[in-house]
């Protein structure tokens, strides 16, 4: 290092007592930033008087960067060219000039003056661009750092070996790779932070904001940023104890563009309204500056609106400009002892010692206007990022801040409550909604799906969903906060599965075959199908099938009033009809056709009912007795065989017991019907009761063969009535064996 570096260990001693007063050697300024294309890092010149190496390299480090390494002369041109030709960032003692840090490092112990010199990341020291007397380690003064110089204050700018110390040095060199975080850690104490994301909300705690007067959002330093017309809008935040910070430390910070203006303009405060006007404040000064005050009223005059005058209660006010239509990051800090500091762009510009003074008051907190009532002191341009904290941050702290830019503070990322609701069960190939809820402010919504598919848009809070086949479909959303920007997810496993079968409802009404004259009468489906329910699919009457037709007449019964005919029993080709003979056995009790029906949901459920046809014995006789099927004909579409003899079929039904079946449907209206098994032919006795014993109806009492029989019941008693909605008792009696059981009337 040149001569200058000779001073005099008093004068260092003097700087050192300025920089610990806050009193700087010169005014903030811009920095410059740029991206080297070469590799793709950014550089930034940072004009910051006042910091060590250290704490320089402490900024860098919080923004996810470093001191600039250099390993090239292209790197090293690109680099003074971001500062060399900016008079702030040279101190000039009247011989040489000396610029921003760097980040070289000499190892502790190296041989001096040029031995063990390093980037402080590890990339090779292979390329060095000392000035003609460096390194020398001049003055015994353990120069093992490194800035930039100028002999006699003229161009080439160069390197020179210094020692950690922060008097002659007014910035230094960021860089930082593209993968790199550039966002701050939000330093400790922080008790509320309203970024201004496109609301007014509160993202540390629960201090949250409401929009006064017509007060918007507009871009800001990082995101989006309140946005104030100067006439009366403004944010207000209702009173809370962690605003009331008494005569505690206090720091208050926001990014802010003003217009030059000759009135006061409040950025953030909490002031009372009442005697003795306690309170806070951040405001831009008459004279387009900014200042900070903590105070009360209580003894003497507050004097915060003249720095200087009369008052003993005095704001701090900066000494550079702010209101010049440039974003200016501005924060006033009260310390343990009551000294006020004002900050501008990072650095220090003024301080102010003052006694500690109670600022309490219940009256809200305001962002834009200097209190709740107002207009007073209303500001007219942006406002972003406005923080509180409950203790003094440091100068580096506040300066990382600053240096941190566009990219802000980094948000502490609470994830969003997530859930979602919709149906866990659902039905194969079905339209279903699925809704997301959440506790994210301003959230969007990503859906995604397995095993279904999304019908229509996947950003909303609800989407629908069609469902796939049967097995698992998973419903996921993910959830982002759109003033934290954190995310979540939720995902719901749904059944898809369809395990109810479809329900054939019969008609009720007769179908009587009449006169017996050997010809055919066609059966429709939609004459016996009222309609078909399911839980899933939509079906009718058209999607019904014949499966079988059972005759417990034989084909041909050789005489007898049969008419030798064969072929009783014609089911269609699409099952949806049957062709039935109108003949039956001229000595029996009449015939009875069984219709078997079968309707398929489309999901492996298959529902089946039967429906009865009959041909009297005689016109105004009793009705035809089911003596249980001799025969069957099986249609194409069924499982049914295409025909049974009458001595097949005996064979393989024929029952092995007495029982006496559960009516189906149960309960029912208007009709049933009861199945129940002969194991021997007998005088079978089907008789219903009610609930006191009484006789309603004999359904049967009369000789029946062998077999599987059912016989309906339409609801009505002996004389043709219906009867009243009730439990009834049906029993059957049959050689000897004897069975009851329940059933249920429901009009």
């Known amino acids: 290092m040149k001569n200058f570096s000779m001073i005099s260990r008093m004068q260092r001693l003097f700087i050192a007592v300025l920089l610990s007063t806050g009193i700087t050697l010169m005014n903030s300024q811009s920095f410059a930033q740029s991206v080297w294309s070469v590799n793709g890092h950014t550089y930034e010149a940072v004009y910051a008087p006042g910091l060590t190496w250290a704490q320089a390299q402490a900024a860098c480090e919080a923004r996810g960067g470093y001191l600039a390494t250099i390993t090239s002369a292209e790197e090293n041109d690109f680099i003074k060219s971001l500062f060399e030709n900016n008079s702030a960032f040279w101190y000039f003692d009247g011989a040489n000039a000396l610029g921003p840090w760097i980040g070289g490092i000499q190892a502790s112990g190296s041989s001096e003056p040029g031995g063990g010199w390093g980037w402080l990341n590890g990339e090779p020291f292979s390329y060095t661009d000392w000035s003609s007397h460096d390194p020398d380690n001049c003055c015994g003064l ?48 922080l008790v509320s932070w309203w970024p201004g994301e496109n609301n007014a909300n509160d993202i540390q705690s629960s201090n949250h904001g409401t929009l006064q007067n017509g007060a918007t959002f507009s871009t800001g330093k990082a995101g989006q940023a309140f946005s104030f017309d100067g006439v009366n809008d403004f944010i207000r935040i209702e009173d809370n104890s962690n605003l009331r910070l008494g005569t505690g430390e206090i720091t208050i910070d926001a990014w802010v563009i003003a217009s030059p203006s000759n009135t006061f303009r409040a950025i953030a405060a909490k002031v009372g309204l009442s005697f003795p006007f306690p309170g806070y404040a951040l405001r831009v000064s008459d ?128 994830p969003p409550d997530v859930s979602i609701t919709g149906g866990e069960s659902v039905c194969p190939n079905t339209a279903q909604t699925y809704t997301a809820n959440t506790n994210a402010a301003n959230p969007t919504f990503e859906w995604s799906v397995t095993g279904g598919t999304i019908n229509g848009d996947n950003t909303g809070n609800s989407i629908s969903v069609i469902a796939g086949t049967a097995g ?45 004259n050997h010809q055919y009468v066609t059966i429709n489906v939609s004459q016996c199908v009222a309609s078909v329910t399911d839980n899933c699919a939509t079906l009718s009457a058209s999607n019904v099938i014949i499966t079988k037709v059972t005759s417990d007449e034989p ?89 049974l003899s009458q001595q097949d079929f005996t064979q393989e039904r024929l029952p092995e017991g007495y029982a006496l079946e559960q009516n189906y449907p149960n309960p029912f209206n208007p009709s049933t019907s009861i199945a129940f098994s002969v194991k021997e032919a007998g005088v ?34 002996e004389r043709g009535q219906i009867v009243p909605s009730g439990v009834y008792l049906y029993k059957l009696r049959v050689n000897g064996f004897a069975q009851t059981r329940k059933m249920t009337l429901m009009k």
């Open 472 to 516: 698992t479909m998973t419903v996921s959303v993910e959830v982002t906060d759109g003033t934290t920007s954190c995310s979540n997810s939720a995902s719901q496993n749904v059944t898809v599965e369809d395990n109810q079968v479809p329900v054939i409802t019969i008609t009720t009404n007769p179908i009587t075959l009449w006169p017996p």
């Open 287 to 414: 004279d387009n500056k900014v200042e900070f005050f903590a105070v009360d009223c209580a003894t003497g005059s507050c004097g915060f609106s003249l720095p200087g005058g009369s008052g003993s209660r005095q704001p701090v006010r900066s000494t550079s400009v702010v209101a010049d239509n440039n974003f200016h990051h501005v924060t006033g800090v009260r310390r343990s002892d009551g000294t006020l500091d004002i900050y501008v762009d990072g650095v220090l510009e003024n301080t102010r010692l003052e006694p500690l003074r109670n600022t309490d008051s219940a009256d809200p907190f305001t962002i834009g206007e200097i209190d709740a009532v107002g207009p007073e002191q209303p500001f007219n341009g942006i406002i972003d990022e406005v923080d509180i904290y409950n203790r003094a941050l440091s100068t580096s702290e506040i300066h990382s801040i600053y240096a941190a830019g566009s990219a802000g503070k980094c948000k502490e990322c609470t």
């Open 142 to 189: 353990n120069q093992n750092r490194i800035e930039f110089i100028r002999d006699g204050n003229v161009p080439p700018t160069r390197w020179t070996d210094v020692e950690d110390f922060a008097g002659f040095v007014r910035g230094y060199i960021f860089e930082s790779s593209p993968s790199t975080t550039t966002c701050v850690p939000a330093p400790s104490g």
């Open 555 to 643: 084909e041909d019964a050789k005489g007898g009033g049969d008419g030798n005919t064969l072929n009783d029993m014609v089911i269609a080709a699409n099952c949806q009809s049957v062709q039935l003979r109108s003949e039956r056995q001229g000595s029996g009790n009449g015939r009875v056709y069984t219709i078997h029906l079968s309707v398929n949901d489309g999901n492996g459920n298959t529902g089946t009912a039967t429906r009865l046809i009959t041909v009297p014995k005689s016109q105004n006789g009793n009705p035809a007795v089911n003596d249980g099927p001799v025969y069957t004909v099986g249609s194409s579409c069924g499982s049914g065989t295409s025909k």
């Open 684 to 717: 079978v006795q089907l008789t219903i009761y009610n609930l006191h014993g009484q006789e309603v109806r004999a359904l049967i009492n009369g000789q029946m063969n062998a077999g599987f029989h059912s016989m309906n019941w339409d609801g009505k008693d």
